[in-house]
């Protein structure tokens, strides 16, 4: 008998010990969202995502985009194309960003860099939650981008996900 309760309180303290051993959700960091060229990248990396980037040409499909679980800097994503070879410019990459207002809504910015240095630059410090790009400069296409995607017609209010379906921990 005394074996059986030796044993149960072994077996106990063994499971705590591994419990505790869990990260728990103060420090598990979810994986950014990771798509490539219309493509979602299972098990993303920082190689993943440089090869994305350094892949990209001026394919309508070719594009990287990134997105955090939380915002960093206020930035939720961060994208990146080539022109198109039709619309080409000779301004090099396409970036864009999704920031917060301010005002509880989202504000869209595009940038341009000849620099693929600078473009692995902003993406790496955002993949890895060091820093946001400085947006400072970048141009707003609000405006744009909720006309020519038409967001309004698509819009998803709070509402339209209904309660999460994971309780809190």
């Given at each position: 008998m005394a074996k059986r309760i030796i044993a149960g309180l072994l077996l106990a303290l063994g499971l705590l010990?591994?419990?505790?051993?869990?990260?728990g959700p103060e420090t598990w960091t979810p994986k950014p969202y990771l798509e490539i060229n219309g493509e979602?990248?299972?098990?993303?990396s920082l190689e993943k995502l440089?090869?994305?980037?350094e892949?990209?040409?001026s394919s309508a499909e070719s594009y990287v985009y990134l997105e955090l679980a939380q915002p960093l800097d206020g930035v939720w994503y961060l994208s990146a194309a080539l022109p198109m070879a039709e619309y080409e410019d000779g301004l090099g990459y396409i970036l864009e960003a999704c920031a917060e207002d301010g005002a509880g809504g989202y504000t869209y910015l595009?940038?341009?860099?000849?620099?693929?240095?600078?473009l692995l630059a902003w993406?790496?410090?955002?993949?890895?939650?060091k820093a946001a790009p400085d947006l400072a400069g970048w141009t707003d296409i609000t405006d744009w981008y909720l006309d020519d995607y038409y967001y309004d017609e698509y819009y998803y209010g709070d509402d339209y996900y209904g309660e999460s379906p994971v309780a809190p921990v």
């Open positions: 010990t591994a419990l505790a051993g869990c990260a979602a990248v299972e098990n993303p440089r090869a994305g980037l892949g990209l040409d595009q940038q341009r860099t000849q620099s693929q240095e600078e993406f790496e410090d955002f993949y890895r939650g």
